[in-house]
């Protein structure tokens, strides 16, 4: 079982551009949450996305936005990046949007803006 | 305004003796808590739950201890092991399907 997984990385952007990430599932799951962690911090919640659709998000401009494919991947997009948005990005599966439902986490993607 | 408080950045203790890491929430919502160990390049591996009709939840050395009426939980881990140097995060959730909010971090180093 591969576990959750992450793609690129890491990653390095100019302000103002446009970057995606991508996070597959853990086999069996069906809910992606994604989270950005700044250095420092405890991981925040961006949004979770189930059954192709967003479910919940939290305190995020809309700059953040994402999409669930029927395979359960999903992909997280931030446009007119700045500076700010530099963190550690990750991406949390679970089987279900159950409150006692165990998130696995991938290694995270790292975006740097410069 | 941070709901899910970890006030301790760092904690190191000898190995063999306990681990106490604690965790002060401010939402009486909250009504279900996860700890989180975090490895660098790695991303968080969950390791105990406990939801809030209990007081207390065990797994083999980790045990959380929730106290509501203090809004107070804390990770106990006996004994240490050097292994168990990492980051470990208090996360917290209000309510059916809702998302989880972490605290900070305190990153634990047990010396040899």
């Known amino acids: 079982d591969a576990g959750v997984t992450q793609s690129p990385t890491h990653l390095i952007k100019t302000r103002g551009q446009q970057v995606t990430l991508r996070c597959s599932p853990k086999?069996?799951?069906?809910?992606v949450s994604w989270y950005q962690q700044a250095l420092g911090q405890g991981p925040q919640f961006i949004f979770q996305y189930y059954e192709e659709e967003e479910r919940q998000r939290g305190n995020f401009p809309d700059r953040f936005s994402g999409h669930q494919f029927p395979n359960y991947s999903s992909e997280l997009n931030v446009n007119a990046l700045l500076l700010g948005d530099s963190a550690l990005y990750l991406c949390a599966s679970s089987a279900g949007t159950g409150l006692n439902t165990e998130a696995f986490f991938g290694q995270g993607t790292r975006l740097t803006v410069v | 305004d941070q709901q899910v408080k970890q006030n301790s950045p760092s904690l190191s203790v000898q190995e063999g003796r306990i681990s106490i890491l604690n965790c002060d929430y401010t939402?009486?919502?909250?009504?279900?808590f996860l700890w989180y160990k975090k490895y660098p390049a790695e991303g968080p591996t969950f390791l105990i739950s406990?939801?809030?009709?209990?007081d207390k939840n065990e797994d083999g050395r980790f045990t959380v201890f929730l106290n509501k009426s203090a809004k107070h939980l804390s990770l106990h881990i006996v004994p240490s092991q050097p292994g168990d140097s990492a980051v470990y995060f208090c996360?917290?959730?209000?309510?059916?399907?809702?998302?989880?909010?972490f605290g900070p971090g305190t990153r634990l180093s047990v010396l040899p």
């Open positions: 996360a917290a959730s209000a309510g059916y399907g809702q998302n989880f909010v």
């Open positions: 406990i939801s809030s009709i209990k």
């Open positions: 086999s069996g799951h069906d809910t």
């Open positions: 939402n009486s919502m909250f009504d279900y």
